[in-house]
């Protein structure tokens, strides 16, 4: 059995895993990530690709600012193009009522340090003259913006691994203990890791490894629905989204216009097999042709899907063990993620260094699921 | 369970469809039959749209009668259906089959579905194949058949398949000028299956005759050639190929058409969770079903759709999963005797094929040879080089072939990797130097072919 010591162990090398490790290995520590799969395969790679603070949970935008300065430098960053385009996000209103949510939620916003501009229709029609007549005004982001899922994650992976970090594919942990000393983590191709830290960003498998420190989760696999149609010429420059609607809508500079939203579709973290309810397709189809028309006479050509982790708040589990002492949790993002995961590995990497970070995380202790007994889920 | 008023769905009206409500018909089923054609017929019994003129035994040459019996056998079928042409069947979940029609999306609830989707071209790119005036043999003959029309002029086939000789042959008949016909496959390698081919003396006797026939035409017939470029600007100008050990020639023609056998359309059979495995004989994923065409509860497997066996193979199986289907309904035994002698007719048309398969081998080497900068996806445009960075990037996934999509957006595109699929998954194993088989295959979603955004759900 091949054994390695290290200062940090990370199971699960999604994006959350693989920017933890990029930052620690660049600090100094001594890092091993543990994946199951492929680095950056499931949630970190087949999401939306949106950068959006909008709508946001608002004690979550300090971690969220602090990512948008992370994207805005990430090929500086991982050194590599991973099609980051900040274009903006508009949240639209389609009557005073969704008007007022975006001006409530602007004004609670702005405590946070996020400056969210409320535009009219009037305005919106002439900047952007595709938007459906029935828009009323939105409230504008121009630092939100996408950034290509699938390139993300890899990236970081080649970063972490360039300043000295050791990433395993297909190591898969399987018996994960803790004693006096710090951890010991056996994978099922027989590896054998030992640390001082651990973290657990093993996505929708994180209840494995939560559960097997005496902290069960309510998490459950889920799988967004994602369709795109063929490409025609550029025109949608910034990511679209209804008040109070999960669809959203985008286009890549290639040409292809995407469509997300609800609801979400049976994810299967035994089979690895993700699958897009028909039903949802339309029905986000649907709901993208009310915001803009002229998409009608396009022919969706594709849908994915993958296997993301849901906690019934729809908050994330950010922060240390209440059971075991060195091992820090990050997991359950509820399909809100991506655009926070840049930041998130940084805050893992300070919790993991000096046991704190100043960004606020309190909301999402694993504390508020102290009292549950019950199953997490595979499918 | 034996049912009162069980919903069974055939997909696809060519010969294993047809067999296959025939046979749900005669013990008194009513199968609701969903083809994308406007027409029954499939792809190889295609009819013409009305006020063409041509004869049955123009159409279809040697195949006029099984045509002719096929088309009498579903217009007489059309009282005792349910019956929706152009119509596709574009996803599969939950026992529900969703349909489209004229930008309508109606789903159909399923007690037993039966997939006869049938068989497309099996492509292998090769530098020049994205040029207008280059076709698959399945589209050129399709063109012939359909239309009338040939597809040019002065005509170069090309490929390892029995189609090759066939669709030269045919439009040689029809008045084209055959420039030549390439079979990439050695000869030795059709000698070599002379043995199993004679499983079905009249087939291989067919093919024996087509060859000949071209021969006597003065069609020019080279054997083990490998194609090197086509040529042209805007459009097919000539073809550039090498002989076996010999240097480069030169031909010119205005169209080439081009194949590698076939390959099923089993994107539904995917999406209804059916086993896929790599068959080493035929060269590709293959969803699993038995001989009797079960593949899954209420699912079942006929013709190309399943595995490549040709018309008559699939005439035989659609009837036979149709009495699989009915047994398992509880409509009692089906019919046992039946059973046993479609099995065994059906057990001698697919070592046919297995030989088939010898005689017209895939050239992987061609894959595994292509120039960096030749496209092999056409719809996304990514070349060969493309596709092999993808797979050597660190941290990349190795050449498991989903990532290797993810990183060079092959198979994103239109078709999603019908036709990039296989010659994809070619080109990263080599990458890497393993075997095709360990490379995986890509995986399956629904719309499998394009549906228009304005489409509305009536339920």
Redesign the interface.
Known sequence: METIGTDVVIVGGGLMGCSAALDLSRKGRSVVVLERG??G?QAS?VNFGLLRRQDRFLPQLPLANRAVEIWHRLENVVGEDCEVEIRGHLRFALDDEDMAVIEDYAAGAREYDFEIEILGGETLRRRWPWLSDRVVGAGWSPDDGVANP??VT?AY??AA?AAGAD?R?EHEAVEMTHDGGGFRIVTQNGLEVRASIMLNTAGAWSYHVSANFGEPVPLTAIGPPEA???PVPYFIEPTIQRVGSPVVVRQVQRGNVIIAGKPRGIADNVTN?A?????S??AN??K??EVVPS??????????SGIEAALPDNLPVLGPSLTTPGLFHAFGFSGHGFQIGPAVGVVLSELAIDGRTETPIEPFTMGRFADYEGEGSDA | MAMDDPRVVVVGAGPAGVRAAEALVKHGLRPLVIDEAPLSGGQIYRRPPPGFRRTTKELYGFEAAKAEAIHRTFDGLTDVIDYRPRTLA??V?DR?L?TACDDV?T?VSFDALLLATGATDRVLPFPGWTLPGVYTLGGSQVALKHQGCAVGRRMVFLGSTPLLYLVAYQYARAGAEVAAVLDTAPFSAKVRAVPKLLSNTSMFVKGLYTMAALHRLGVAIEHGVRPVAVEGDDAVAGLRYRRRGEGEVRIDCDAVAFGFGLRPESQLADLADCDFRFDPVFHQWLPQCADDGRAGEGIYLAGDGARIGGADAAEVSGELAALSLIEDLGGGPGDKARSVELSRRLSSLVRFQAGLAGAFPWPADMARSLPDNAIVCRCERVTAGEVRQAVQ?????GC?IN?AK??SRIG???C?GRFCGLSSAEISAAAQDRDISSVGRL?G???VK????????DE
């Open positions: 492929f680095v395969a790679g699938r390139l890899p992976a080649r691994r990433i594919e795109v149609t063929e097999r699958y897009v309810a028909p039903r397709t339309l189809m649907r993208a042709l998409l009608g006479s396009l022919n969706l050509i594709r849908v994915w | 574009w996803n979940q529900v969703y999306v789903p990037r660190p941290l990349g996934g498991e990532r993810a990183f994103m595109g239109r999603q995986r979603a629904g719309p394009p549906i228009k955004l304005a489409t509305v759900l």
